[in-house]
């Protein structure tokens, strides 16, 4: 699949434009603050719903506007087939339209357009919170399974429920229900994320090779719970939960679960944030994100699109260079950002490629 025609309106420095991208590589050349980032701000709104740079709608729609629109074509290759989809935000609303139909969720939106977003932050994955990681491995079972998001539903709100109990004495009759609730979900959710694993796993190995020189790295995914625990034993779950019962009600929030669960990455054998270089820390963590992207492959042989902004930051010519031709072999829709230097320093006079050219806001196809 790709992403054909993409107009966006009252995005940040973009009042409106309109592109039409290649289903292989795109360019989009600028100088800093001229709207490049602005756009793969608007496709990842499409996407996911919000930037990945704020999650406050209000930082993103432009000065002076009170929405902002997003909307595109979607083509399917082994269907043969075109899918209108748009989404409007404001401070208070947001509508989703896919095929000429309004729909509720933003769920609707991410599984038919399947996106992952390379930026400079993207080392967070790394050195972040667990929070960012989980969200990543997530994102992975969200399309595996189409089951995952009705359970990760339902957890989030039984753990919502457990905590509302613990922080309001007059519920707290409720607690043992939703505690026995909440056990019963742990291992079903983590065994969707061991799946999205393993599929991680596999795509990072193979593409790996490509771009990284460093020692062994292993990730594995963390439970939430104490290490002698397992997800799937009851007994030792209803215990764990009973002892911290107390500590609970004064921190007015569950501590043990797979909600907390993490994806420990380390280098050998040490933590990644802790061990290796910036430089290094940008190439894995451009590898997970690849590796994310291919594991979100649809069986039917449908790709997601992968997105960079700021292809040549912090990497050096030699691995700027592998880095794009690792992408290339990926075989995706290929959207990225670059400075008028940063293309000088690239070599592609033999790939095929859109360009477009972005002042102040304004896109014009080279």
């Not at 977003?117 to 079972?141: C, H, K, M, N, Y």
């Not at 050096?316 to 995706?332: A, I």
């Amino acid at each position: 699949m790709w992403l054909g025609e993409f107009s966006i309106q009252n995005c940040r420095i973009i009042e409106a434009a309109q592109v039409t991208f290649s289903p292989k590589l795109n360019l989009i050349i600028g100088d800093n603050a001229s709207g490049k980032s602005s756009l793969l701000e608007a496709l990842s709104i499409l996407s996911r719903g919000r930037s990945y740079r704020s999650c406050r709608i209000q930082e993103v729609i432009r000065h002076h506007s009170d929405q902002l629109l997003c909307t595109a074509k979607i083509h399917y290759s082994q269907q043969d087939k075109v899918i209108p989809i748009g989404i409007e935000r404001s401070a208070k609303q947001t509508t989703i339209r896919i095929n000429q139909e309004t729909v509720k969720q933003q769920a609707s939106l991410s599984q038919t357009l399947p996106m992952t977003v390379i930026q400079p932050e993207s080392v967070l994955l790394i050195t972040g919170g667990p929070s960012i990681r989980r969200a990543f491995i997530d994102w992975i079972a969200f399309y595996q399974d189409e089951n995952f998001y009705i359970e990760w539903k339902k957890y989030k709100r039984i753990l919502k429920q457990r905590n509302h109990c613990l922080r309001d004495r007059s519920q707290a009759y409720a607690l043992p229900y939703w505690t026995e609730q909440l056990i019963k979900r742990q291992a079903p959710l983590h065994q969707y994320r061991l799946n999205a694993l393993s599929a991680l796993l596999k795509n990072f190995t193979t593409y790996q090779t490509g771009l990284w020189e460093g020692a062994k790295v292993n990730i594995r995914l963390s439970t939430g719970l104490p290490q002698e625990i397992a997800v799937d034993d009851t007994k030792a779950l209803e215990k764990l939960f009973a002892s911290r019962l107390e500590q609970d009600k004064k921190s007015h929030q569950t501590f043990y679960g797979i909600h907390r669960s993490d994806l420990k990455i380390s280098v050998a054998g040490y933590a990644a944030a802790k061990v290796v270089s910036r430089g290094q820390l940008k190439i894995l963590a451009i590898l997970l994100l690849i590796a994310q992207s291919a594991s979100i492959s649809s069986e039917k042989g449908e790709k997601g699109i992968i997105a960079i902004d700021d292809l040549t930051a912090e990497l050096d010519s030699h691995n700027q260079q592998r880095l794009l031709n690792l992408l290339l072999k990926t075989q995706q829709q290929l959207i990225m950002t670059t400075t008028p230097n940063g293309l000088e320093s690239m070599q592609l006079d033999k790939v095929e490629k859109h360009l477009f050219e972005v002042k102040q806001g304004n896109f014009t196809a080279l």
